[in-house]
């Protein structure tokens, strides 16, 4: 490798490291090639509790995977009970504070008592394995505590990003036909309450499936209780037993579902299982975070996505790590919140976004540099290309040049990380997710499937199922056909374009459909355009991502308006609020244009490729857009929508 920009890891970090040198790497990711059933049955039986063993390894009716089937299992026991006869049943596991600066350290064993009563709760509501539940809360430790409970008797959750709005919240409910919505009062951001009781009871006359509704008391702000439908979480916790055994599941119970945007106007409900998994987010947190046992680890995500689910609660518990949680703003009451935090809890490990990180550069440097962060070891970065100013400032500043940072590429529908680096073992180089993980057989290739030579873009693939991929969307078997494998029989299409370099590395260009990366929340650009297209002002609108220096990608909107005297400036604002309210304030554009006419094909479909070169073409200032290539991304996206 003759890259300046090369960063080999360090004698002392691969001394200690699991996976040591590039040999350690190559030979894990050559057994996993060769006998992946091997691999992962050995692994499943190490790692793992199975209440009893599975009687194949892997089935495959593309494009249906099933792995570890006939196995039962229980990720609840494996995130906690299997801890309790060990050394770390008082060891912390989550450690929380709260925006106010509350603060709370809850030990495996105490996790475990508060995980039992509220599955006892949920079985006294009549919750049975195979039932819904959908989880509406800020990031208090009762949101993991909620979801091993439905975990530990098989009951399906979805986690509902407490930044949605009602309208938001009931698509989603109504696509799970959830019997039971766990839900707080309210959230603390910023010093101010966000109210999730009142967007609950705004969303349930249209769910007819809710039974029960469990409100948690976190702010204390005064909400409605509808008899007979709503109890407070405390109330049912009175005199519950903490005795609840854990279902034995089948490996292929669905654990979750987790709504997330695509390329239509209805969310996608993306369902993991139990088993596979359980085990590609457990060694994943071995392999890339390289965990220690007395390591603090910081995931600072929110559980309502993907990575939250992943990397704050069954990856890390499932490891028996001490998992930290905080629940406000990383910028609140000073932009020196996350800094504090690391320097208090002593954090080792800190996994977070490059829109945070760019959003700290622009901070200034006084505010990390008042703070003492030497127990750091590990950097992480996720859900965004990382562009190489940011990646810098993050080693340099942060990390102080002793810290390796993981770039983590990933998706919802993979479930945990798919390529990202070894830190004991792959030299890093800054923008790159590096290389697959063990099991992950990635590919660039044409729209005919055959790979592209080097430093060629093409679409990102994976040409086999791994442990932890999605194994279907709820109750929509043919969407997920369509949607990931259809565009290139037999293989998992990820909407991503890349590039492999000379050694193998792949570095993520951007999506190719048209789903948007705002702050790393995906957006739909279809289901920004029907939310607009229901305010009566509105007759057409496209919308695209457009540049953006913190963000990565904002929200651009072209509008086109029935008859009528508008005012563009009050009716752009209204627009802002009406996206805030139909999907979530997190979505709201952040340009409005009216116009006459949309671009169009003769075939009447809206050219997005144009608009998005007239929001690009005068909006790129300095070195920080993350999709350095929007040329090659919009090539590729208009070859995608073409065929
Ligand atoms: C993007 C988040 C570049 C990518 C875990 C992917 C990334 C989408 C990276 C999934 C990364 C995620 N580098 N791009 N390290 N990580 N992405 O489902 O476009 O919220 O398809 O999962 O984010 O977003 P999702």
């Known amino acids: 490798m003759a890259q300046s920009n090369v960063f080999?890891?360090?004698?002392?970090?691969?001394?200690?490291?699991?996976?040591?040198g590039m040999e350690g790497y190559r030979a894990l990711y050559r057994r996993a090639a060769e006998k992946p059933e091997e691999f992962w049955g050995e692994l499943a039986e190490k790692e793992l509790f199975f209440f009893q063993k599975w009687s194949h390894v892997f089935e495959w009716h593309p494009p249906f995977a099933k792995w570890f089937a006939g196995g039962k299992t229980n990720v609840a026991y494996n995130c906690l009970d299997r801890h309790l006869a060990t050394h770390r049943k008082n060891k912390v596991a989550i450690l929380w504070e709260g925006e106010p600066g509350d603060q709370r350290l809850i030990s495996y064993q105490e996790l475990h008592r508060l995980v039992c009563r509220f599955a006892n709760v949920l079985k006294a509501r009549g919750l049975k394995t195979g039932d819904r539940a959908i989880i509406y809360m800020g990031m208090v430790p009762e949101l993991p505590i909620a979801m091993l409970a439905c975990a530990r008797l098989g009951i399906t959750h979805s986690v509902v990003f407490g930044g949605f709005s009602a309208e938001a919240l009931k698509t989603r409910i109504q696509d799970l036909e959830a019997q039971i919505v766990i839900a707080a009062d309210g959230?603390?951001?910023?010093?101010?309450?966000?109210?999730?009781?009142?967007?609950?009871?705004?969303?349930?006359?249209?769910?007819?499936?809710?039974?029960?509704?469990?409100?948690?008391?976190?702010?204390?702000?005064?909400?409605?209780?509808?008899?007979?439908?709503?109890?407070?979480?405390?109330?049912?916790?009175?005199?519950?037993?903490?005795?609840?055994p854990a279902e034995p599941l089948d490996s292929e119970h669905p654990l979750f579902a987790l709504y997330t945007s695509g390329t239509t106007g209805k969310p996608k409900g993306i369902v993991h299982t139990t088993a596979g998994y359980l085990i590609h987010v457990h060694m994943t947190v071995q392999w890339v975070f390289d965990l220690r046992e007395e390591d603090t680890f910081w995931c600072s995500a929110d559980i309502g996505w993907v990575t939250g689910h992943s990397y704050i609660v069954y990856g890390p518990l499932s490891n028996g790590a001490t998992s930290v949680m905080y629940e406000g703003s990383p910028d609140y009451p000073q932009p020196d919140r996350m800094w504090r935090l690391i320097e208090k809890h002593r954090v080792n490990i800190l996994y977070t976004s490059p829109t945070a990180i760019r959003a700290f550069i622009r901070h200034g440097d006084q505010w990390p540099n008042a703070h003492d962060m030497s127990s750091l070891r590990l950097l992480g970065s996720v859900g965004e290309p990382i562009n190489p100013a940011a990646w810098e400032w993050y080693y340099k500043t942060i990390g102080k040049e002793r810290c390796p940072i993981v770039d983590t590429w990933w998706q919802t529908e993979t479930g945990g990380m798919m390529i990202a680096p070894m830190p004991g073992a792959v030299p890093l180089k800054p923008g790159s997710g590096t290389l697959p993980m063990p099991g992950v057989v990635a590919d660039v290739v044409d729209l005919e499937g055959q790979p592209a030579p080097a430093n060629r873009e093409g679409f990102l693939i994976v040409r086999r199922p791994w442990p932890?991929?999605?194994?279907?969307?709820?109750?929509?078997?043919?969407?997920?056909?369509?949607?990931?494998?259809?565009?290139?029989?037999?293989?998992?299409?990820?909407?991503?374009?890349?590039?492999?370099?000379?050694?193998?590395?792949?570095?993520?260009?951007?999506?190719?459909?048209?789903?948007?990366?705002?702050?790393?929340?995906?957006?739909?650009?279809?289901?920004?355009?029907?939310?607009?297209?229901?305010?009566?002002?509105?007759?057409?609108?496209?919308?695209?991502?457009?540049?953006?220096?913190?963000?990565?990608?904002?929200?651009?909107?072209f509008v086109t308006l029935k008859k009528g005297d508008w005012n563009h400036d009050e009716l752009a604002e209204d627009l802002r609020k009406w996206v805030a309210h139909e999907i979530g304030s997190f979505a709201k554009p952040e340009q409005i244009r009216f116009t006459d006419a949309l671009p169009k094909t003769r075939s009447g479909k809206i050219m997005r490729r144009l608009l998005r070169e007239i929001v690009t073409s005068n909006a790129v200032t300095g070195d920080v857009t993350t999709l350095e290539d929007l040329s090659v991304v919009t090539r590729l996206a208009s070859q995608h929508d073409e065929e």
């Open 8 to 20: 080999p890891p360090s004698p002392e970090f691969v001394k200690r490291a699991r996976v040591q």
């Open 187 to 244: 959230a603390w951001r910023r010093g101010r309450e966000v109210r999730l009781k009142d967007a609950v009871d705004e969303a349930l006359p249209d769910c007819p499936s809710v039974r029960d509704v469990v409100v948690l008391e976190r702010t204390g702000g005064a909400v409605h209780m509808k008899d007979g439908r709503d109890h407070w979480w405390h109330e049912l916790d009175e005199g519950v037993s903490e005795h609840c």
């Open 468 to 557: 932890g991929i999605a194994r279907t969307i709820w109750r929509d078997p043919e969407r997920y056909r369509q949607q990931y494998w259809e565009r290139i029989p037999g293989v998992y299409m990820t909407g991503d374009a890349a590039r492999r370099d000379e050694d193998g590395y792949y570095w993520i260009l951007g999506r190719v459909d048209d789903v948007m990366n705002v702050s790393g929340h995906r957006l739909s650009t279809m289901e920004l355009e029907s939310a607009l297209v229901r305010h009566p002002a509105v007759a057409e609108a496209a919308v695209v991502g457009k540049p953006h220096e913190i963000t990565g990608q904002a929200v651009a909107c």
